[in-house]
């Protein structure tokens, strides 16, 4: 078949939300499919939404078979066979209209500017012929807002056997972008609180701002940095393999995400146990209690009291992590099953 | 909401009268109002209606633009009158809005606005109704029967409806016109009109003893008021004569007053012509009077405030069977044929004054039905209604005006303005599915 | 600085002017730059989709991007305040294309007022650019002489010259090149019917289509040509597609009409061999001079088998020819450092 996968992008900006157009692409080559990437640039400022809007409907790609769309506003591409991977609206005039975020007044002209988008998206939605989100929490919003089904497709990670496990090790380890609301801080805090000579490994580019240093200052604050390994840098994908083989476990504790998060997955195909709290929305989808890691609150002494477990009872840990793998079979996390389902 | 409502303020206005009701409504709702009076300059010392707030001139351009470009939407009360609605022509291009269509012949307003813009009228009148009616209109002018002559060709609702945002009517009389024209909303609302104060709430009070059949024709004296039939209808008749006292109420010429008063002295009719009256005055006149006699040929209106005021003064009316008329409820009013207006009218008089129980249940009923349909607070919220869905729709409006902007500036013509294939594809921003029959966008010269 | 290369897209299609934006992305992150290409999907069928398409990329916004380079209608029409036109080539179907089979513009008043939006758009593309660069003179003069604008050529350079060294001849004629009607390889396979027994032609590169590839195999079947031409069908790395150019006594390349100099001279060029041409082969000729650096003869297959009896054997004249080349295609000084800085002034 010939494919097109489309999404939106701003130029020069990279980020996981292009790894999975790119991963699929080079899955859906391996099956023989013609596949051709369209990313076009696209910005938030409200003064030209629909403006943008209007160039995605006269886009024309009925050279293709069939064709699959990832961000907004790709989703407005007009094609008989057009599947969504939903994977977030364009959130400040949707769920974020009430946060702090949002950056324009809450007036008249805004308020109808929210009205008209949200019809403009439904209608959209609507035409697809299928639509998959990346998580229940983006299902459930797409239901309450555009009153369209989505069913979940989890994102799997590229090449997943590259993925081993070699032992496990004394370090939890979290490999992901040092941002506030990852709350790598959250685990910091910790380490004073942890009895066994368990460590704690953090890996990762912050986003520009100083939380790495904050990070930092806080570890010596606490005085806990000789249990803690800083790596604030670009971890490359070798290296995230060897560092997950050895570990004893992971941990991924963000605020409230959509999704479990590759770092979860990551860990499961490593066959490592994922530590993560109660709060942490999308993972909580991946990660069960004591089935394939532990789900604690996300306080300082509930996390080094979990960390703990972890390194006393190895075998445990082990047991977790082989789970792990399985878990991500009963999800249906797997480049098979996104094939079949986007091919459908 | 916070709106900006562009109206004639003056008394003699009867849309600056449901302006204000309107204005007051809203306010009364909530919704922060501003207005800008449109009339003349002149008018600038005249007596005024009430509003919530006070006016600022249309003429003050830097007070009106930044009221206008702080409002959620602007509202336009557009009628046939170019000295009392010059204001909102000047400053709907500029910001367009909610059109209040009060007339759907608008002949005057354009020919008085197409002063000194003699091309770009004619180009408009060309663009709406082709070359001939576009030859045809000013000489129509100079001639006696301009009305006559471009009511059906030409009647300028279309420049009007192409500007606006949306638009309100009041009847479902021209609504063609206006939903061929208007890139907007269409919403058709009845009028408002004041409720008579509960003191003046009496229908049956009236000067005891005089035993006199009072009919009462209010606004302005013109031919298309028919008070000449009514006067030959009231003469032809032998009980008509003897008991009918026939009231004009509202602004004549002399030269019509002279020739009135002749035609009824010739009649043997009893005629009383008050010329313009205060409001205290309208009230007493409404509130002795018997029955409304509120015949219209040609119709020319949306509708017609002084017939809705007649039937919530509780009063049975006499109505030309047309447009807005026509409409009417059939136990509220007595529509007359127009192609026999004179009998028609006559018999409907006598009826009314011999079965005076009849009468008062039409009366009764009249003023039931009114009370319901005419509430200024419903028109107040029909407004903005009408003012949030053409806000809604205006992410795609500008979508498509910015890409017809774009078309012109490479030189297209109107067929590469309209294609479909350019088209068709925006139809889903609307949240219009993709094979719905939408309106056609018409492509309009501004 | 973060540029941006702009140019169309048609889908599951691959061809110059994607390798050309490729090529240019490379040579601008070598430069020490940030780039990316942006591929604009076009769709021209009909003809009365044209205008939303001219819509579209107007309507695209850009952020977080310094410079742009652009290379066709409609991709060009984005909307940028830093913007350079490298033209490789507008919508030819209304301009030199018009009228003829190979235009979907249809000549009517529709047509016209289609053709004349076009124009007027490219007017206030151009217009818009701080710079305007043509591929090739080919480009440049239907520029000016449809839209009366001026441009200053522009050549893509070579992107790995360093593979053309050149070397001893091994004794074979190379046809290289994208194989397809329009290049017209089986042109030069018929010509070896009337070429010198002697002569050996290597025909090596990737077919558009099995159709085209297919149809050079017949050819050699029905004049039984398979002792003295070699079919190398198929993809080639560029090491193995430089090995060929290097050890070549010529290079034929007989395209109808291209816009540019061809890749495939250049390349022959720089690494010192003759190219043989046809007359009505376009930009090709601005690198071949019959008797200088190479010979052009009629694009049919008598002439081209005479002209490959004489450049075959490595005579003294065919590598003064190949010297010569190398020599003008070295003073046209098509160099990527100063391209960049044009494109970039």
């Not at chain 2, 005055?281 to 509130?287: E, S, T, Y």
């Not at chain 2, 509220?332 to 044929?337: E, G, L, P, S």
């Not at chain 2, 297209?412 to 889903?428: C, F, I, K, M, V």
């Not at chain 3, 194989?179 to 010509?191: F, M, T």
């Amino acid at each position: 078949m010939k494919i097109a996968l489309c999404s939106t992008y701003v130029p020069f900006l990279y980020g996981g939300a292009r790894n999975i157009v790119e991963w699929l692409e080079a899955s859906l080559k391996e099956a023989g499919h013609a596949v051709e990437r369209i990313y076009l640039p696209e910005t938030d400022d409200p003064e030209f939404l629909f403006q943008q809007m209007a160039a995605f409907r006269w886009i024309d790609l009925s050279a293709a078979d069939r064709i699959v769309c990832f961000r907004p506003q790709s989703h407005l591409i007009p094609h008989p066979n057009k599947i969504l991977w939903f994977i977030h609206h364009k959130r400040l005039f949707y769920d974020l209209w009430d946060s702090p975020y949002r950056g324009f007044p809450d007036d008249e002209k805004h308020r109808s500017l929210r009205e008209a988008l949200h019809r403009a998206d439904s209608a959209a939605f609507r035409e697809a012929r299928k639509i998959f989100t990346n998580s229940k929490v983006v299902s459930d919003r797409l239901m309450a807002f555009n009153g369209v089904a989505g069913e979940v497709l989890y994102p799997p990670v590229f090449q997943p056997g590259r993925f081993h496990c070699r032992k496990y090790g004394d370090e939890i380890v979290c490999i992901a972008r040092l941002e506030h609301h990852k709350r790598q801080h959250l685990l910091v805090r910790a380490m004073p609180f942890t009895k066994t000579p368990v460590r704690l490994r953090l890996c990762g580019v912050g986003s520009g701002n100083d939380y790495p240093d904050q990070l930092w200052n806080l570890a010596g604050e606490l005085g806990c940095r000789d249990q803690i390994l800083f790596e604030n840098r670009w971890i490359s994908e070798q290296e995230k393999v060897e560092i997950l083989s050895d570990c004893l476990a992971a941990a991924y504790i963000p605020i409230n995400e959509d999704s479990y998060g590759y770092p979860s997955v990551e860990a499961a195909h490593a066959r490592k146990a994922v530590l993560t709290t109660t709060d942490s929305g999308g993972v909580l989808e991946l990660v069960a209690d004591g089935i394939n890691g532990l789900v604690v609150e996300p306080d300082a002494v509930a996390l080094a009291g979990a960390m703990d477990r972890l390194y006393l009872d190895r075998q445990e840990a082990a047991r977790m992590g082989e789970r792990a793998g399985g878990r991500l079979r009963d999800l249906g996390i797997s480049w098979d099953h996104v094939l079949k389902s986007i091919l459908g | 909401m916070n709106l900006l409502v562009f109206a004639p303020v003056i008394r003699s206005s009867a849309i600056g009268r449901m302006a204000a009701l309107v204005v007051r409504a809203l306010a009364a709702s909530g919704h922060e109002v501003s207005v800008v009076r449109t009339e003349k300059e002149c008018f600038s010392g005249s007596a005024t209606h009430a509003f919530a707030c006070r006016p600022v001139s249309w003429t003050d351009r830097s007070a009106v633009t930044a009221l206008a470009g702080s409002a959620d939407a602007c509202i336009y009360q557009i009628g046939d009158n170019e000295e009392f609605h010059r204001g909102c022509l000047e400053w709907m291009p500029r910001f367009p809005g909610i059109v209040s269509l009060h007339d759907i012949f608008l002949g005057h307003l354009f020919f008085g606005w197409a002063e000194g813009r003699r091309d770009e009228a004619e180009e408009i009148l060309r663009f709406w109704y082709g070359g001939a009616a576009a030859e045809a209109f000013f000489p129509a002018a100079a001639a006696g029967d301009f009305i006559e002559q471009t009511r059906s060709v030409s009647p300028m609702t279309e420049w009007i409806c192409a500007m606006a945002r949306g638009v309100i009517i009041h009847s479902g009389f021209g609504a063609e016109r206006v939903l061929a024209s208007c890139p907007g909303p269409v919403y058709q609302v009845p009028l408002p009109v004041e409720r008579p104060s509960l003191l003046a709430d009496r229908p049956e009070a009236r000067p005891a003893g005089d035993g006199r059949f009072r009919v009462l024709t209010v606004g302005h004296v013109n031919p298309n008021k028919r008070a000449e039939s009514v006067i030959r209808a009231i003469g032809s008749s032998k009980t008509l004569r003897a008991t009918t006292v026939y009231r004009l109420v509202g602004k004549v010429s002399s030269a019509r007053r002279v020739h009135l008063v002749d035609l009824a002295k010739a009649s043997g009719v009893m005629l009383e012509i008050s010329g313009e009256v205060d409001d205290a005055d309208l009230a007493g006149a409404l509130a002795e009077a018997d029955v409304a006699c509120c015949m219209r040929w040609p119709s020319l209106e949306g509708a017609s405030g002084s017939t809705i005021e007649a039937m919530l003064w509780g009063k049975p009316a006499i109505v030309t069977n047309t447009g807005f008329y026509s409409e009417l409820p059939d136990d509220c009013v007595i529509k007359i044929d127009p192609d026999d207006e004179v009998a028609s009218c006559r018999a409907a008089l006598e009826l009314l004054q011999r079965e005076e129980k009849s009468r008062h249940l039409m009366g009764k009923a009249a003023r039931a039905w009114a009370e319901e349909v005419f509430s200024p607070g419903n028109y107040a919220s029909n407004l903005i209604r009408i003012a949030q869905e053409a806000n809604r729709l205006r992410p795609v409006v500008s979508v498509l005006e910015e890409a017809a902007a774009n078309l012109r500036r490479w030189g297209a013509s109107d067929a590469l303005l309209s294609l479909g294939e350019t088209l068709d594809p925006l139809r889903a921003l609307t949240g219009a599915p993709p094979d719905a029959a939408g309106g056609e966008q018409a492509a309009h010269p501004a | 600085m973060k540029v941006l290369i702009v140019n169309n897209m048609a889908p599951f299609i691959w061809g110059g002017a994607e390798e050309l934006a490729a090529n240019l992305e490379k040579q601008l992150v070598l430069a020490g730059h940030e780039a990316e290409v942006l591929r604009i999907p076009f769709q021209w069928n009909p003809a009365a989709k044209i205008p939303s398409q001219m819509l579209m990329a107007r309507s695209l916004k850009l952020w977080n991007v310094d410079h742009v380079i652009a290379l066709k209608f409609p991709a060009y029409l984005i909307r940028h305040p830093r913007k350079t036109m490298w033209l490789v080539h507008q919508y030819r179907q209304a301009y030199d294309l018009r009228g003829t089979e190979l235009s979907n513009i249809p000549v009517s008043a529709e047509g016209d007022a289609l053709v004349s939006l076009i124009r007027e758009a490219d007017r206030e593309a151009f217009g818009e650019c701080r710079a305007v660069y043509s591929i090739a003179p080919p480009v440049a003069g239907r520029l000016k002489k449809f839209n009366g604008l001026e441009s200053t050529v522009l050549l893509p350079p070579l992107n790995d010259p360093e593979l053309f060294g050149g070397g001893p001849p091994d004794g074979y004629i190379l046809a290289a090149g994208r194989i397809n009607s329009g290049k017209r390889q089986h042109l030069l396979v018929e010509a070896m019917r009337f070429a010198a027994e002697s002569v050996r032609l290597i025909v090596a590169g990737p077919p558009d289509s099995a159709e085209d590839g297919d149809r050079l195999k017949k050819l050699v079947e029905l004049y039984g040509l398979s002792g003295r031409v070699t079919l190398d069908l198929g993809f080639l790395s560029r090491p193995e597609y430089a090995g060929y150019i290097n050890r070549a006594d010529a290079v034929a390349y007989v395209p109808f009409d291209e816009d540019s100099l061809g890749y495939v001279t250049m390349e022959a060029a720089g690494a010192g061999k003759p190219v043989i041409t046809a007359t009505d082969s376009g930009g090709v000729l601005g690198l071949v001079k019959h008797g200088e650096t190479g010979w052009v003869c009629e694009p049919d297959a008598k002439a081209l088998g005479r002209v490959l009896s004489e450049a075959a054997g490595a005579g003294s004249k065919t590598r003064e020819f190949g010297a010569n080349a190398r020599s003008l295609w070295k003073s046209m000084d098509v160099t990527w450092p100063r391209t960049l800085e044009a494109l970039l002034r």
